[in-house]
């Protein structure tokens, strides 16, 4: 199975501030990678698909970026309201496997 | 609107069966592939099964593979798993959720809210 690895687990970060998470596979999965957006009590929500497109109605603060086996996802401008945990998961061969998950917290 | 209700959830003893049903609205089911992915209490998420448009691509994680089985019945706008062999490692919060694509297993889109399974005696 590919193992991904996700970093930091946790950070915090204010308001305004760029934030960045990578996540790397265990081997290549070209750009079949997509990252989740979870808020507490709530189900995942699908941020981006094929490692940088951006899903319809996200907002353009979101992107991510990588090929290969390192990823990077990205919060240009933190919002109050993106506090949550981010995942990533790759699709290149079943079984589907998940990060361990980055909480962002806010200062 | 897309819609996915999970439901059959609930506590039950090791060794036992139990099967969860999601109910689809908003698309049309047999468009696309499907999923079952877990969260244990306070931990990450975990895929569990998938299965394509017209159940030809079926595939498990190790963790329940001999053990559970994934199935859809378009016409009911319906998506099952059946569980057995449960054991307390089972335990999480069962989600639904429609893929992207019909005929590959890859990509969740969107989710329901999820059913809870506890295992315990």
């Known amino acids: 199975d590919i193992q991904m690895t996700q970093s930091p687990s946790s950070l915090s970060a204010s308001v305004g501030d760029r934030v960045t998470i990578t996540c790397q596979a265990s081997?290549?999965?070209?750009?079949?990678l997509n990252w989740y957006q979870q808020k507490p009590g709530k189900a995942p929500n699908l941020l981006i698909y094929?490692?940088?497109n951006l899903e319809t109605g996200v907002p353009s603060r979101f992107s991510g970026s990588g090929s290969g086996t390192d990823f990077t996802f990205t919060i240009s401008s933190l919002q109050p309201e993106d506090s949550a945990t981010y995942y990533c998961q790759q699709y290149d061969n079943l079984p589907l496997t998940f990060g361990g998950g980055t909480k962002v917290e806010i200062k | 609107e897309v819609q996915l209700v999970e439901s059959g959830g609930g506590l039950v003893q090791p060794g036992r069966s139990l099967r969860l049903s999601c109910a689809a609205s908003g698309f049309t089911l047999d468009d696309y592939a499907m999923h079952w992915v877990r969260q244990a209490p306070g931990k990450g998420l975990e895929w569990v099964s998938g299965i394509s448009w017209n159940s030809g691509r079926i595939a498990y994680a190790d963790s329940v593979k001999g053990r559970f089985t994934i199935s859809r019945d378009n016409a009911k706008n319906s998506l099952y798993l059946q569980m057995n062999s449960l054991r307390a490692e089972d335990t999480a919060l069962y989600y639904c959720?429609?893929?992207?694509?019909?005929?590959?297993?890859?990509?969740?889109?969107?989710w329901g809210q999820g059913t809870l399974v506890t295992v315990s005696s």
């Open positions: 959720a429609k893929d992207r694509f019909g005929e590959f297993i890859v990509c969740p889109d969107y």
């Open positions: 081997q290549d999965i070209s750009n079949y």
């Open positions: 094929d490692a940088s």
